[in-house]
């Protein structure tokens, strides 16, 4: 039987992955799972100087940093262990399995549907790269399915930083 001991919930701050994050959450407290959100933060090339994007990385570090601890401080306030971790990496999928081997992850729940537009266009689903070169299962949660699961407590920390 399959019991999952850590579990990996990918934050991109869209109402999709907080909603994945809402049946990660759910398993992580059937199982006694402890929980890992994870945010990877783009890095900015050094040669973007003129457009002022190197001092904006840091902001968005620590805004990200802000935003997923207020996230597992309130998971904890449910009696869950959650922690939180920031990447760098230009590859969300990439930075996403990294962390995944790093931390022994035993599941990974990820919505479909995350942060969209032109960067989808060029660089494809996270998601998608997520489910095939995963090391272990991966949930892959429609919006639909990750709604039923919904909790507005942590939807509401995220959204008020």
């Known amino acids: 039987m399959f019991l999952p001991k850590r579990i990996l919930s990918p934050i991109d701050f869209s109402d999709s ?14 199982y006694s799972s402890d929980l890992l959100l994870v945010h990877a933060v783009p890095v900015i090339p050094d040669d973007t100087s003129i457009l002022h994007e190197a001092a904006d990385e840091e902001t968005l570090i620590e805004a990200a940093r802000r935003r997923l601890t207020e ?48 960067r ?7 998601a998608e790269k997520v489910v095939r070169t995963a090391g272990c299962p991966v949930l892959f949660l429609r919006n639909s399915a990750a709604t039923r699961s919904g909790d507005a407590n942590v939807k509401s920390a995220a959204t008020s930083a």
Not at 17 to 30: G, I, K, N, P, T
Not at 80 to 99: F, H, K, Q, Y
Not at 120 to 126: D, E, N
């Open 17 to 30: 992955s907080l909603e994945a994050l809402y049946a990660a959450r759910d398993l992580a407290a059937h």
């Open 120 to 126: 989808h266009l060029a660089f494809g689903s996270v």
């Open 71 to 118: 996230l597992a401080e309130k998971l904890k306030a449910q009696g869950l262990r959650a922690s939180a971790t920031i990447g760098l990496a230009n590859d969300a999928a990439s930075e996403i399995l990294r962390v995944a081997e790093a931390e022994g992850i035993d599941l990974i729940v990820i919505a479909t549907h995350g942060v969209t537009g032109l």
